[in-house]
């Protein structure tokens, strides 16, 4: 959470649980409409967990046949035991390493699952979605409401006037996102819409342009509150396990190669590592050489690329991996190498057949990526959305995942596109979308970096990028 709000571990103390209460209470005419709008889609007697269920304000106006809540403060659990006595009350961190069916008493799989407002709070959403699929069973549905994006600046605005709860820094996300986010989880989406562009109660305004106006094509676009109803269903493919190659070009990355190795987490049947150096001024060569001789019982391999660039390495490594899947890491330490699960995860699971990570979703490290270069990311994200016809919000961020037999007929197509990427990255992407392979993204979290100096000019590589969107435009977009 952010310096002006709560940290994690406030959020169980008697002050928040206070503060929480009193903003329910003030803001009473939100809170209770997307109450009315969750008791309209969940019929009576149904089974029902919520995350983050408070006092169980929602859960106890459904008329639920067995209602369980999750809830991380203990106070508001208390309290809503007193209040709602039929409520099983769970005070846990949905977050937690603990797993759920060992925490509800009746084992029990629900016909509904409750994500409300919660997932601007989540440190790994996907992580949290993933987990609920333990207590669902072929028909569970689950409703995720959330704040519309654009209503960020109004609401930092109400924290700051004293008309909203004072909460820091939180993830905004579209509502493509949270669908990928689903989807990545097993929820397949069912529909999505929007409520109230007025959360405030003003005597018959309120009421007709919230039940009115917010439906129309344009104004629903400007609601404050989101929401998306997902299926559980079961379409995975662990019977199978492949072998991977984890691709780790480094330049002037001495002080990174050694975490990198010892954070890299084994990846289906085989994880074989691919260093690739380019000709680095310290010593990263060397300090890899000795990591191959400390580490004898993992498959790691050492080159040097013959030209320069990122693309050069990336194409280097690639030519010798023997894995049945390709993963880059890039070495700066920026994603997360625990975070490579989940790319591989999706590609065996057959949820893509590309998959490209997106830092555009969680919030940043104040220093990660500066102010102008993710308002460029932004830009050109939504600009290589309309040009390769597929939701991208990252171009640039180096972690993919692919298989080794898609690879190779990226390559064999390569000629139609030519030799005209020093990054990589969109070699691979226009190769991609030329294939129509299915591009799936995947959010990380986006670190700061911790040795070393970034090898990034924003200004070389945002004329760089407009140069890609009109080659994009003249080989993929503007064709026959």
Not at 78 to 94: L, Q, V
Not at 144 to 166: A, I
Not at 224 to 251: D, F, Q, T
Request: some cysteine.
């Amino acid at each position: 959470m952010g310096k002006k709000g709560f940290t994690y571990k406030d959020f169980d103390s008697k002050e928040y649980a206070d503060k929480k209460t009193y903003w329910r209470r003030r803001n009473r005419y939100y809170h209770n409409s997307i109450t009315e709008f969750i008791k309209f889609v969940v019929p009576a007697g149904a089974s029902v967990l919520e995350i983050g269920c408070g006092a169980g304000e929602t859960l106890s106006a459904l008329g639920s046949g067995y209602a369980a809540g999750i809830e991380i403060n203990r106070f508001l659990a208390a309290e809503g035991a007193k209040r709602f006595p039929g409520i099983e009350y769970i005070t846990a961190d949905i977050e937690s390493e603990e797993p759920l069916n060992g925490l509800i008493s009746k084992n029990a799989k629900f016909d509904f699952i409750i994500v409300s407002d919660l997932v601007g709070t989540l440190q790994d959403i996907q992580k949290t979605f993933e987990k609920l699929t333990a207590v669902s069973h072929s028909g569970t549905k689950i409703i995720v409401t959330y704040y519309n994006y654009f209503w960020n600046p109004v609401l930092k605005l109400g924290e700051m006037l004293g008309m909203k709860l004072k909460e820091g820094e939180t993830n905004w996300l579209y509502i493509e996102e949270i669908k990928n986010l689903l989807y990545l989880s097993d929820y397949n989406v069912i529909k999505s819409g929007s409520l109230m562009l007025i959360p405030k109660r003003i005597p018959l305004i309120s009421g007709l342009f919230n039940r009115y106006f917010s439906k129309l094509p344009i104004l629903k676009r400007l609601c404050l509150a989101g929401w998306v109803i997902g299926n559980y269903r079961k379409e995975r493919n662990a019977e199978k396990e492949y072998s991977v190659s984890v691709l780790v070009p480094c330049r002037n990355e001495e002080g990174n190669v050694d975490r990198i190795l010892k954070r890299i987490p084994e990846l289906g049947k085989h994880t074989e590592i691919i260093y690739v150096e380019g000709n680095s001024s310290d010593n990263t060569y060397a300090r890899i050489e000795e990591l191959i001789k400390q580490n004898p019982d993992k498959d790691i391999k050492l080159f040097k690329q013959p030209g320069k660039g990122k693309g050069d390495a990336v194409r280097t490594g690639f030519e010798k991996a023997q894995g049945d899947i390709f993963v880059i890491l890039d070495a700066d330490m920026t994603v997360a190498p625990e975070d490579l699960t989940k790319f591989y995860d999706a590609l065996a699971n057959g949820k893509g057949e590309f998959i490209n990570g997106t830092r555009n979703v969680y919030q940043m490290h104040e220093k990660a990526m500066r102010r102008l270069n993710k308002l460029g990311n932004i830009f050109f994200s939504k600009v290589f959305t309309w040009l390769l016809g597929q939701r991208i919000t990252d171009t640039l961020c180096g972690t993919k995942a692919l298989f080794k037999k898609d690879y190779e007929r990226i390559t064999a197509n390569r000629k139609y596109f030519g030799d005209f990427d020093p990054f990589g990255d969109f070699d691979l992407l226009f190769g991609a979308s030329k294939l129509n392979l299915k591009i799936i993204e995947i959010p990380i979290r986006y670190g700061e970096r911790t040795y070393g100096d970034t090898n990034i000019s924003r200004f070389r590589d945002g004329f760089m990028l407009l140069r890609m969107c009109f080659f994009a435009m003249r080989k993929i977009k503007f064709v026959p």
